[in-house]
């Protein structure tokens, strides 16, 4: 049967490949394929050969007759069209386009879940180093990081302890004054002090750099820079501590304070010894013609 011409639906010798079958829908092939079917051959029905009597002694055996032999040629099979079967209860004569058709990969459970409901793929790429926060709660901060904080004001008041008036009126009326400035206690205090809390600030550096180790903190910023100055480590320590704690501008803050009210204290110290060298210069005969 055509239509229009063209062949009906059905499975038909594939013009591309002479070993299998391409299905036929009517207008067009389509991309569905089946292997030729095997011709089959009849079966030959055994020829059953009676058996020869045996004849008694002196008496002639009997001529058999040969059975007649069927002829075993393979009689050759149109080729006809080829109907799939049909595993869903359709109808073989339906092609295999028109039957149910394969489930999509969308309505597959894997294929439904998006690589945004997995865990790897929720995170963002800069929380995804876990490693680098410490636990909620961690310290921040001791005692040791105060302390050093707070030792370069202890160096600044030194400066008053250190009779500098005196010093000035000595030197006008006696040469030897400069040789016994070294044994004053004030000045003393204020060259060896400076010397002993430079040396104690390294130390806390070193010992404060250690307990973070021991809180957990995996990134420390090293207390070498403390040789460099105060301000350099506590700010460096401030902020690789943020940065694992979120928390911890607390020393940054107060050294920025101590440094202010430093600067302030050494500016008033400077005052007060210029006004003493003015005063000494202005009352001793032959220094101001």
Known sequence: MTT???PS??????PQDAAQLRWWDGARWSDHTTPVPQPVAPAVPAVAAAMPTVPKYGEMAPAVQPAPVQSTAVQPVAAQPFVAPSYTGQSSAEPYSAQTPAPSYAAQPYAAQSYTGQQYAAQPYGMTMTQGRVPEGTPT??????????LPLLSVFT?????????MIASV??????NSMLLDPGYLLLSV?????AAAMIVLAVLDWRWLGQQGYPRRFHWAWAILSNLVYVIGRSIVVKRQAGRGFAPMWATLAVSVLSLVLVIVWFAQMMNVIMAVVSTTPGIVS
């Not at 639906?9 to 594939?14: C, I, T, V």
């Not at 009326?173 to 400069?178: F, G, I, K």
């Not at 002090?193 to 809390?197: A, D, E, Q, R």
């Open 141 to 150: 901060a001791n005692w040791l990081i105060w302390a050093y904080t707070l």
């Open 4 to 6: 229009n011409g063209l």
């Open 9 to 14: 639906a059905g499975w038909y010798a594939d």
């Open 159 to 167: 400066l008053f302890a250190w009779d500098f008036e005196g010093f």
């Open 173 to 178: 009326t006696d040469p030897l004054a400069a």
């Open 193 to 197: 002090g400076s010397w002993v809390i």
